[in-house]
């Protein structure tokens, strides 16, 4: 069955803290993995994407990490700011069909005090 | 700022009523879904709709129809709503990238709850 597992479920760190979120997925065949960040109330936005051959990438302090053969994923969220504090999703897509199937994670609540 | 709008964004009506979840968008996307979300869950999908009047059922069963008859605009319609429709009910919709991988563009929400 394919599953994308995240950790932590929340998180709470002080402002100008970093901290790394956690994405382990077991979906096959492998496409490309994304990150949103869905602000309370609102609807997910696009972080980051990667595909099979890119091991990181970076939007600003969001950088992104992907260990293909391990099937895991990592976000880091350098210098953290108040305006971080959303939940962080992860998605993975396959190729098994045209329309990419993707997979989302329950997400990482991240909270972030002054 | 999202080119792809959802009304209404809160939504509170009794058992039985019949209601229209608006989803337009100014992107010119073809592909356009509906996903319902529950707090502390994973983004199911519901329906989706490949351009002008294709839609498919997703993997979450619903009693909810949809349609596409202009390609900015895919509504998500409940003939008659049950308390066990309470949700929010995302609209999301995709081109291509230069890579062949659907980047989704979400619209900001529908949260309905059904009395």
């Known amino acids: 069955k394919n599953q994308v597992e995240q950790s932590p479920q929340s998180l709470i760190i002080l402002e100008g803290k970093n901290c790394t979120l956690q994405?382990?997925?077991?979906?096959?065949?492998?496409?490309?993995l994304r990150w949103y960040k869905q602000d309370t109330g609102r609807g997910p936005v696009s972080l980051t994407i990667?595909?099979?051959?890119?091991n990181t990438k970076s939007n600003g302090r969001y950088t992104a990490t992907l260990d293909a053969d391990t099937k895991q994923s990592s976000l880091h969220i350098t210098a953290s700011q108040l305006s971080d504090s959303a939940s962080y999703i992860c998605v993975v897509s396959d190729r098994g069909s045209t329309l990419g199937r993707l997979y989302f994670g329950r997400g990482t609540q991240l909270t972030v005090w002054p | 700022e999202a080119d792809i709008y959802q009304t209404p964004r809160y939504l509170v009506i009794g058992t039985g009523k019949k209601i229209t979840l608006e989803c337009s968008q100014t992107m010119g996307h073809d592909k356009m879904y509906w996903y319902q979300q529950d707090p502390g869950m994973e983004l199911h999908l519901i329906h989706y709709?490949?351009?002008?009047?294709?839609?498919e059922k997703g993997d979450l069963s619903s009693e909810s129809t949809v349609s596409r008859i202009r390609t900015e605009h895919f509504p998500l319609t409940l003939e008659s709503a049950r308390p066990s429709h309470t949700s929010q009910y995302l609209c999301?919709?995709?081109?291509?990238?230069?890579?062949?991988?659907?980047?989704?563009?979400f619209g900001a929400g529908s949260r309905l709850t059904v009395l």
């Open positions: 709709s490949y351009g002008v009047n294709s839609t």
């Open positions: 994405c382990n997925y077991t979906v096959s065949p492998f496409s490309n």
């Open positions: 999301a919709s995709s081109d291509p990238t230069a890579t062949g991988a659907n980047v989704l563009t």
């Open positions: 990667m595909t099979f051959s890119e």
